[in-house]
Protein backbone atom coordinates (compact mmCIF):
# COMPACT_ATOMS: atom_id res chain seq x y z
CA UNK A 1 0.00 0.00 0.00
CA UNK A 2 1.52 3.50 -1.00
CA UNK A 3 1.72 5.98 1.30
CA UNK A 4 2.48 10.20 1.62
CA UNK A 5 5.68 10.22 2.61
CA UNK A 6 4.93 12.48 5.12
CA UNK A 7 2.82 9.56 7.24
CA UNK A 8 5.60 7.46 6.57
CA UNK A 9 7.80 9.32 8.25
CA UNK A 10 4.87 10.31 11.24
CA UNK A 11 4.39 6.42 11.81
CA UNK A 12 7.83 5.38 11.42
CA UNK A 13 8.33 7.97 14.34
CA UNK A 14 5.47 6.87 16.35
CA UNK A 15 6.98 3.72 16.94
CA UNK A 16 10.47 4.93 17.19
CA UNK A 17 9.35 6.38 20.37
CA UNK A 18 7.24 3.96 21.61
CA UNK A 19 3.61 5.14 20.75
CA UNK A 20 1.25 2.51 20.95
CA UNK A 21 -1.24 3.40 17.95
CA UNK A 22 -3.31 2.01 14.85
CA UNK A 23 -5.44 4.16 12.08
CA UNK A 24 -8.85 3.83 13.28
CA UNK A 25 -9.77 4.16 10.14
CA UNK A 26 -7.60 3.67 7.35
CA UNK A 27 -7.42 6.73 4.66
CA UNK A 28 -9.73 5.97 1.41
CA UNK A 29 -6.25 7.40 -0.11
CA UNK A 30 -3.32 7.61 1.84
CA UNK A 31 -0.59 7.92 -0.77
CA UNK A 32 -2.65 11.52 -0.58
CA UNK A 33 -5.04 11.81 1.47
CA UNK A 34 -8.38 14.30 1.54
CA UNK A 35 -9.52 14.31 5.07
CA UNK A 36 -8.26 13.31 8.52
CA UNK A 37 -6.15 10.66 8.59
CA UNK A 38 -7.83 9.21 12.08
CA UNK A 39 -5.58 7.56 14.90
CA UNK A 40 -6.19 5.68 17.83
CA UNK A 41 -4.05 6.13 20.56
CA UNK A 42 -3.34 5.18 24.43
CA UNK A 43 -3.72 7.39 26.89
CA UNK A 44 -0.39 7.30 28.44
CA UNK A 45 1.44 7.88 25.49
CA UNK A 46 -0.87 11.50 24.47
CA UNK A 47 2.08 13.09 25.47
CA UNK A 48 4.60 11.78 23.77
CA UNK A 49 2.84 11.66 20.62
CA UNK A 50 2.62 15.09 20.58
CA UNK A 51 6.28 15.31 21.47
CA UNK A 52 7.14 13.74 18.73
CA UNK A 53 4.75 15.15 15.80
CA UNK A 54 6.21 18.85 17.05
CA UNK A 55 9.19 17.55 16.49
CA UNK A 56 8.46 16.43 12.51
CA UNK A 57 6.50 19.91 12.33
CA UNK A 58 3.06 19.61 12.87
CA UNK A 59 0.94 22.47 15.05
CA UNK A 60 -1.84 21.23 17.65
CA UNK A 61 -4.90 23.43 16.33
CA UNK A 62 -6.49 25.59 19.38
CA UNK A 63 -9.68 24.50 20.61
CA UNK A 64 -8.53 20.68 19.93
CA UNK A 65 -5.56 20.13 22.77
CA UNK A 66 -7.30 17.94 24.87
CA UNK A 67 -8.10 13.96 24.23
CA UNK A 68 -9.99 12.52 23.29
CA UNK A 69 -10.21 14.53 20.09
CA UNK A 70 -6.97 16.58 19.34
CA UNK A 71 -5.78 17.66 16.16
CA UNK A 72 -2.44 18.08 14.58
CA UNK A 73 -1.91 20.09 10.99
CA UNK A 74 1.16 20.37 8.51
CA UNK A 75 2.04 21.12 5.58
CA UNK A 76 3.84 19.25 2.91
CA UNK A 77 5.72 21.50 0.45
CA UNK A 78 6.84 18.49 -1.69
CA UNK A 79 3.05 17.20 -2.58
CA UNK A 80 1.70 20.54 -2.13
CA UNK A 81 -0.74 19.08 0.43
CA UNK A 82 -2.17 19.80 3.86
CA UNK A 83 -2.69 16.63 6.55
CA UNK A 84 -4.43 16.71 9.25
CA UNK A 85 -4.43 14.03 11.35
CA UNK A 86 -7.35 13.82 14.09
CA UNK A 87 -5.96 11.55 17.35
CA UNK A 88 -8.25 9.96 19.91
CA UNK A 89 -7.86 7.66 22.75
CA UNK A 90 -11.22 5.96 22.62
CA UNK A 91 -13.60 4.32 20.46
CA UNK A 92 -16.77 6.09 20.46
CA UNK A 93 -19.32 7.49 18.00
CA UNK A 94 -22.53 9.63 17.86
CA UNK A 95 -23.05 13.22 17.36
CA UNK A 96 -23.67 15.52 20.38
CA UNK A 97 -23.57 13.15 23.19
CA UNK A 98 -20.99 10.48 22.54
CA UNK A 99 -21.63 6.81 23.00
CA UNK A 100 -18.13 5.40 24.41
CA UNK A 101 -17.39 1.91 23.85
CA UNK A 102 -14.47 1.59 26.40
CA UNK A 103 -12.42 -0.62 23.53
CA UNK A 104 -9.79 1.37 22.85
CA UNK A 105 -7.66 -0.69 24.99
CA UNK A 106 -8.62 -4.12 22.89
CA UNK A 107 -8.81 -2.55 19.63
CA UNK A 108 -5.05 -1.89 19.73
CA UNK A 109 -4.03 -5.24 21.20
CA UNK A 110 -5.66 -6.61 18.21
CA UNK A 111 -3.96 -4.43 16.06
CA UNK A 112 -1.56 -5.51 12.72
CA UNK A 113 1.32 -3.64 11.26
CA UNK A 114 0.15 -4.26 7.09
CA UNK A 115 3.72 -2.53 5.66
CA UNK A 116 4.19 0.60 7.48
CA UNK A 117 0.64 1.40 8.85
CA UNK A 118 -0.78 -0.31 12.28
CA UNK A 119 -4.24 -1.06 11.42
CA UNK A 120 -7.26 -3.04 13.41
CA UNK A 121 -7.66 -6.14 13.05
CA UNK A 122 -10.22 -6.95 9.74
CA UNK A 123 -13.24 -7.75 12.65
CA UNK A 124 -12.78 -4.29 14.22
CA UNK A 125 -12.18 -2.85 10.84
CA UNK A 126 -15.22 -3.21 9.31
CA UNK A 127 -17.47 -2.89 12.66
CA UNK A 128 -15.59 0.59 13.12
CA UNK A 129 -15.91 1.88 9.71
CA UNK A 130 -19.77 1.23 9.56
CA UNK A 131 -20.60 2.68 13.25
CA UNK A 132 -18.87 5.67 11.79
CA UNK A 133 -20.71 5.66 9.20
CA UNK A 134 -24.26 5.03 10.54
CA UNK A 135 -24.01 6.59 13.92
CA UNK A 136 -21.38 9.84 13.53
CA UNK A 137 -23.35 11.38 10.32
CA UNK A 138 -26.66 13.02 10.18
CA UNK A 139 -28.66 10.87 7.87
CA UNK A 140 -27.33 7.72 8.63
CA UNK A 141 -26.48 6.55 5.53
CA UNK A 142 -23.58 4.97 4.37
CA UNK A 143 -21.55 7.71 2.07
CA UNK A 144 -20.83 6.45 -1.42
CA UNK A 145 -17.32 6.60 -1.19
CA UNK A 146 -17.37 3.72 1.76
CA UNK A 147 -18.96 1.42 0.34
CA UNK A 148 -17.07 -0.54 -1.69
CA UNK A 149 -14.37 -0.98 1.35
CA UNK A 150 -17.41 -1.89 3.65
CA UNK A 151 -18.14 -4.59 1.12
CA UNK A 152 -14.57 -6.15 1.18
CA UNK A 153 -14.58 -6.16 4.80
CA UNK A 154 -17.50 -7.15 5.65
CA UNK A 155 -16.32 -10.78 4.02
CA UNK A 156 -13.24 -11.05 6.93
CA UNK A 157 -15.56 -9.64 9.94
CA UNK A 158 -17.56 -11.96 11.96
CA UNK A 159 -20.66 -11.35 14.28
CA UNK A 160 -19.32 -11.95 17.64
CA UNK A 161 -16.27 -9.21 18.38
CA UNK A 162 -17.22 -6.49 20.62
CA UNK A 163 -17.89 -3.73 18.42
CA UNK A 164 -20.54 -6.60 16.70
CA UNK A 165 -22.58 -7.25 19.97
CA UNK A 166 -22.72 -3.48 20.99
CA UNK A 167 -24.21 -3.34 17.58
CA UNK A 168 -26.63 -6.04 18.27
CA UNK A 169 -27.45 -5.40 21.41
CA UNK A 170 -28.82 -1.65 20.65
CA UNK A 171 -30.50 -2.87 17.59
CA UNK A 172 -33.77 -2.96 16.73
CA UNK A 173 -36.54 -5.61 16.36
CA UNK A 174 -35.10 -8.17 13.57
CA UNK A 175 -31.68 -6.70 13.49
CA UNK A 176 -28.60 -7.75 14.57
CA UNK A 177 -25.01 -7.42 13.87
CA UNK A 178 -25.19 -10.67 11.42
CA UNK A 179 -27.92 -8.99 9.68
CA UNK A 180 -25.87 -6.20 8.94
CA UNK A 181 -23.21 -7.61 7.65
CA UNK A 182 -25.49 -9.32 5.24
CA UNK A 183 -26.68 -6.52 3.81
CA UNK A 184 -23.05 -4.82 3.65
CA UNK A 185 -22.21 -8.30 1.62
CA UNK A 186 -25.29 -7.64 -0.44
CA UNK A 187 -24.69 -4.04 -0.46
CA UNK A 188 -28.43 -3.20 0.33
CA UNK A 189 -26.94 0.51 1.55
CA UNK A 190 -30.87 1.52 1.76
CA UNK A 191 -31.36 -0.65 4.39
CA UNK A 192 -28.78 0.31 6.78
CA UNK A 193 -29.99 4.22 6.68
CA UNK A 194 -32.89 3.60 9.32
CA UNK A 195 -30.94 1.15 11.44
CA UNK A 196 -28.36 3.62 12.55
CA UNK A 197 -30.62 5.99 13.74
CA UNK A 198 -32.67 3.14 15.49
CA UNK A 199 -29.20 2.16 17.30
CA UNK A 200 -28.57 5.61 17.98
CA UNK A 201 -31.68 6.39 19.90
CA UNK A 202 -31.29 2.82 21.60
CA UNK A 203 -27.90 2.91 22.65
CA UNK A 204 -28.69 6.59 24.24
CA UNK A 205 -32.01 5.74 26.44
CA UNK A 206 -29.54 2.71 28.02
CA UNK A 207 -27.25 5.41 29.35
CA UNK A 208 -27.87 6.10 32.50
CA UNK A 209 -29.64 9.82 33.36
CA UNK A 210 -25.55 11.69 34.58
CA UNK A 211 -24.18 10.10 31.44
CA UNK A 212 -27.22 11.22 29.04
CA UNK A 213 -26.46 15.04 30.97
CA UNK A 214 -22.70 14.75 29.66
CA UNK A 215 -23.37 16.94 26.51
CA UNK A 216 -25.12 19.69 28.33
CA UNK A 217 -22.30 19.77 30.13
CA UNK A 218 -19.96 19.84 27.44
CA UNK A 219 -21.99 22.59 26.01
CA UNK A 220 -21.39 24.96 29.03
CA UNK A 221 -17.47 24.26 29.63
CA UNK A 222 -17.32 24.73 26.01
CA UNK A 223 -18.87 28.02 26.21
CA UNK A 224 -17.03 29.65 29.27
CA UNK A 225 -13.57 28.32 27.45
CA UNK A 226 -14.68 29.70 24.61
CA UNK A 227 -13.19 33.43 25.60
CA UNK A 228 -10.03 31.95 26.24
CA UNK A 229 -9.50 30.43 22.98
CA UNK A 230 -10.30 33.65 21.18
CA UNK A 231 -6.76 35.10 20.95
CA UNK A 232 -4.97 31.62 20.57
CA UNK A 233 -7.08 30.05 17.70
CA UNK A 234 -7.56 33.18 15.51
CA UNK A 235 -7.45 31.99 11.85
CA UNK A 236 -5.42 33.47 9.30
CA UNK A 237 -6.43 35.96 6.42
CA UNK A 238 -5.12 35.64 2.70
CA UNK A 239 -6.48 38.47 0.63
CA UNK A 240 -5.58 37.40 -3.40
CA UNK A 241 -4.95 40.46 -5.91
CA UNK A 242 -4.11 40.71 -9.53
CA UNK A 243 -6.07 41.92 -12.53
CA UNK A 244 -9.13 40.32 -14.08
CA UNK A 245 -8.26 36.60 -15.60
CA UNK A 246 -5.33 36.22 -13.22
CA UNK A 247 -7.09 33.46 -11.72
CA UNK A 248 -8.13 34.29 -8.28
CA UNK A 249 -11.37 32.57 -8.26
CA UNK A 250 -9.74 29.98 -9.31
CA UNK A 251 -7.11 29.87 -6.92
CA UNK A 252 -9.28 30.51 -3.81
CA UNK A 253 -11.66 27.09 -4.84
CA UNK A 254 -8.42 25.45 -4.88
CA UNK A 255 -7.28 26.70 -1.57
CA UNK A 256 -10.53 26.11 -0.07
CA UNK A 257 -10.76 22.44 -1.32
CA UNK A 258 -6.59 21.91 -0.16
CA UNK A 259 -7.40 23.48 3.06
CA UNK A 260 -8.69 20.71 5.72
CA UNK A 261 -10.20 23.23 8.05
CA UNK A 262 -13.09 25.37 7.53
CA UNK A 263 -12.51 28.42 4.61
CA UNK A 264 -14.67 31.23 3.96
CA UNK A 265 -14.03 32.89 0.90
CA UNK A 266 -15.08 36.51 0.46
CA UNK A 267 -15.21 38.70 -2.34
CA UNK A 268 -13.98 42.28 -1.19
CA UNK A 269 -13.80 43.92 -4.89
CA UNK A 270 -14.45 47.54 -4.52
CA UNK A 271 -15.93 48.56 -8.28
CA UNK A 272 -18.68 45.78 -9.16
CA UNK A 273 -21.12 44.77 -7.15
CA UNK A 274 -21.02 41.01 -7.99
CA UNK A 275 -24.46 40.44 -9.47
CA UNK A 276 -25.81 41.93 -12.70
CA UNK A 277 -23.41 44.66 -14.54
CA UNK A 278 -24.99 48.19 -14.42
CA UNK A 279 -27.03 47.71 -11.35
CA UNK A 280 -24.58 50.38 -9.37
CA UNK A 281 -26.67 53.78 -8.84
CA UNK A 282 -24.06 56.36 -9.05
CA UNK A 283 -22.84 58.47 -6.01
CA UNK A 284 -24.73 55.91 -3.67
CA UNK A 285 -22.58 53.17 -4.76
CA UNK A 286 -19.31 55.32 -4.00
CA UNK A 287 -20.87 56.35 -0.60
CA UNK A 288 -21.71 52.73 -0.18
CA UNK A 289 -18.12 51.03 -0.47
CA UNK A 290 -16.81 51.65 2.08
CA UNK A 291 -19.36 50.50 4.86
CA UNK A 292 -19.55 47.16 2.52
CA UNK A 293 -15.83 46.74 2.93
CA UNK A 294 -16.41 47.24 6.38
CA UNK A 295 -19.25 44.61 6.54
CA UNK A 296 -17.27 42.08 5.10
CA UNK A 297 -14.65 42.37 7.20
CA UNK A 298 -16.47 41.94 10.16
CA UNK A 299 -17.80 38.74 8.35
CA UNK A 300 -13.90 37.72 7.85
CA UNK A 301 -12.92 38.61 12.28
CA UNK A 302 -16.24 36.40 12.94
CA UNK A 303 -15.10 33.20 11.02
CA UNK A 304 -11.43 33.77 12.37
CA UNK A 305 -12.65 33.83 15.26
CA UNK A 306 -13.55 30.26 14.94
CA UNK A 307 -10.46 29.20 13.95
CA UNK A 308 -11.12 29.52 9.64
CA UNK A 309 -8.98 30.54 7.43
CA UNK A 310 -10.49 33.92 5.47
CA UNK A 311 -9.58 34.30 1.55
CA UNK A 312 -10.51 37.10 0.27
CA UNK A 313 -11.01 37.63 -3.41
CA UNK A 314 -9.48 41.14 -4.26
CA UNK A 315 -9.07 43.56 -1.14
CA UNK A 316 -8.87 47.37 -0.58
CA UNK A 317 -5.55 47.83 -2.01
CA UNK A 318 -6.99 47.53 -5.09
CA UNK A 319 -7.78 51.19 -4.36
CA UNK A 320 -3.87 51.80 -4.55
CA UNK A 321 -3.79 52.04 -7.69
CA UNK A 322 -2.67 55.21 -9.94
CA UNK A 323 -6.52 56.95 -10.57
CA UNK A 324 -6.99 57.67 -14.02
CA UNK A 325 -8.34 60.82 -15.61
CA UNK A 326 -10.71 62.69 -15.35
CA UNK A 327 -10.63 64.27 -11.84
CA UNK A 328 -7.28 62.42 -10.19
CA UNK A 329 -7.35 65.07 -7.24
CA UNK A 330 -10.46 64.13 -6.01
CA UNK A 331 -10.24 60.27 -6.99
CA UNK A 332 -6.93 60.23 -5.13
CA UNK A 333 -8.34 61.26 -1.99
CA UNK A 334 -11.15 58.87 -2.13
CA UNK A 335 -9.09 56.18 -2.79
CA UNK A 336 -7.01 56.97 0.04
CA UNK A 337 -9.97 56.81 2.10
CA UNK A 338 -10.61 53.23 0.77
CA UNK A 339 -7.27 52.17 0.54
CA UNK A 340 -6.48 52.42 4.37
CA UNK A 341 -10.66 52.08 5.51
CA UNK A 342 -10.19 48.93 6.79
CA UNK A 343 -7.16 46.61 7.83
CA UNK A 344 -4.81 44.51 6.40
CA UNK A 345 -5.13 40.64 5.91
CA UNK A 346 -2.36 39.08 7.25
CA UNK A 347 -1.18 37.97 3.93
CA UNK A 348 -1.20 39.63 0.37
CA UNK A 349 -0.59 37.35 -2.76
CA UNK A 350 -0.35 38.69 -6.14
CA UNK A 351 -1.23 37.01 -8.83
CA UNK A 352 0.97 38.11 -11.85
CA UNK A 353 -0.01 38.06 -15.74
CA UNK A 354 1.14 40.03 -18.10
CA UNK A 355 -1.36 42.02 -19.61
CA UNK A 356 -1.91 40.13 -22.90
CA UNK A 357 -2.58 36.88 -21.22
CA UNK A 358 -4.98 38.50 -18.91
CA UNK A 359 -6.55 40.74 -21.44
CA UNK A 360 -7.08 36.82 -23.43
CA UNK A 361 -8.67 35.57 -20.40
CA UNK A 362 -10.57 38.23 -19.94
CA UNK A 363 -11.25 41.10 -22.42
CA UNK A 364 -13.31 43.59 -20.36
CA UNK A 365 -10.71 45.74 -20.86
CA UNK A 366 -8.46 47.17 -23.92
CA UNK A 367 -5.18 45.23 -24.02
CA UNK A 368 -3.01 48.59 -23.81
CA UNK A 369 -5.84 48.78 -19.87
CA UNK A 370 -4.83 45.58 -19.19
CA UNK A 371 -1.21 46.27 -20.03
CA UNK A 372 -0.65 49.37 -17.30
CA UNK A 373 -2.90 47.41 -14.75
CA UNK A 374 -0.47 44.60 -14.59
CA UNK A 375 2.13 47.65 -14.50
CA UNK A 376 0.33 49.57 -11.93
CA UNK A 377 0.36 46.21 -9.93
CA UNK A 378 4.05 45.43 -9.90
CA UNK A 379 4.58 49.07 -8.90
CA UNK A 380 2.27 48.62 -5.67
CA UNK A 381 4.01 45.21 -5.17
CA UNK A 382 6.98 46.96 -4.84
CA UNK A 383 5.92 49.89 -3.00
CA UNK A 384 4.46 48.01 -0.23
CA UNK A 385 7.08 45.40 0.43
CA UNK A 386 4.80 42.80 2.35
CA UNK A 387 2.77 41.39 -0.90
CA UNK A 388 4.23 37.94 -2.21
CA UNK A 389 4.41 37.80 -5.74
CA UNK A 390 3.10 34.69 -7.65
CA UNK A 391 4.02 33.52 -11.07
CA UNK A 392 0.01 33.20 -12.30
CA UNK A 393 1.33 31.74 -15.48
CA UNK A 394 2.22 28.17 -13.73
CA UNK A 395 -0.18 25.80 -13.59
CA UNK A 396 -2.63 26.09 -11.45
CA UNK A 397 -1.42 22.95 -9.11
CA UNK A 398 2.15 24.91 -8.69
CA UNK A 399 0.22 28.00 -7.95
CA UNK A 400 -1.92 26.80 -5.33
CA UNK A 401 0.89 24.82 -3.25
CA UNK A 402 2.80 28.30 -3.85
CA UNK A 403 -0.08 30.24 -1.99
CA UNK A 404 -0.52 27.25 0.72
CA UNK A 405 3.42 27.48 1.31
CA UNK A 406 3.05 31.17 2.38
CA UNK A 407 -0.40 30.20 4.12
CA UNK A 408 0.97 27.92 6.42
CA UNK A 409 3.94 29.90 7.06
CA UNK A 410 1.40 32.36 8.59
CA UNK A 411 -0.64 29.75 10.35
CA UNK A 412 2.37 28.12 12.21
CA UNK A 413 4.01 31.36 13.49
CA UNK A 414 0.45 32.51 14.70
CA UNK A 415 -0.76 28.76 16.50
CA UNK A 416 2.48 27.94 17.60
CA UNK A 417 4.03 24.76 18.92
CA UNK A 418 1.33 22.22 20.03
CA UNK A 419 0.67 22.32 24.03
CA UNK A 420 0.61 19.58 26.19
CA UNK A 421 -1.81 17.26 26.75
CA UNK A 422 -4.65 18.49 29.40
CA UNK A 423 -5.39 16.36 32.86
CA UNK A 424 -8.08 14.20 33.48
CA UNK A 425 -10.71 16.87 34.36
CA UNK A 426 -10.04 18.07 31.03
CA UNK A 427 -11.22 14.88 29.44
CA UNK A 428 -14.86 15.10 31.46
CA UNK A 429 -15.90 17.44 28.09
CA UNK A 430 -15.46 14.75 25.70
CA UNK A 431 -14.69 15.74 21.74
CA UNK A 432 -16.49 18.18 20.24
CA UNK A 433 -17.84 16.97 16.98
CA UNK A 434 -17.77 20.24 14.97
CA UNK A 435 -14.59 22.13 13.21
CA UNK A 436 -13.35 25.34 15.22
Known amino acids: MTLHPVLQETFEALDGDGVRWCLLRVPLRPEAPTGDVDLLVDTRDLARLASSLERLGFVQVPGWETPPSMLFLTYDGRSGQCLLLEVTDEVSFGRGLVLRTGLADQV???????????????????????????????????????????????????????????????????????????????????????????VSAAWLSSLPWPARQRAAVTAARRLVRAPSLLRRRYGVSVALLGPNGAGKSTLAAGIEQAWPLPVNRIYMGLWKSGSVPGQEVPGLAQLLR???????????????????????????????????????LLKRMYLWLLAHGVPSPDLLLLLNVT??????????????????????????????????????????????????????????????????????????????????
Open 355 to 436: GAISHSRKPEDTLAEAEREHRDYLQLANDQGDIHVLDATAGIDTVRAAALDAIWGRTRRRWGKPLATSTEHDRAEGPARDRP
Open 290 to 328: LPTAWLRYARAVHAQLHGNLVVFDRYVHDARLPPQPPFV
Open 108 to 198: LSASRLAGSLRIPSDDDSFWALLLHCLLDTESGAVPERYRQRLHELAAGAGDTGSLAQLLTTHSPAGWSAARVREAALSERWEELEPVGRL
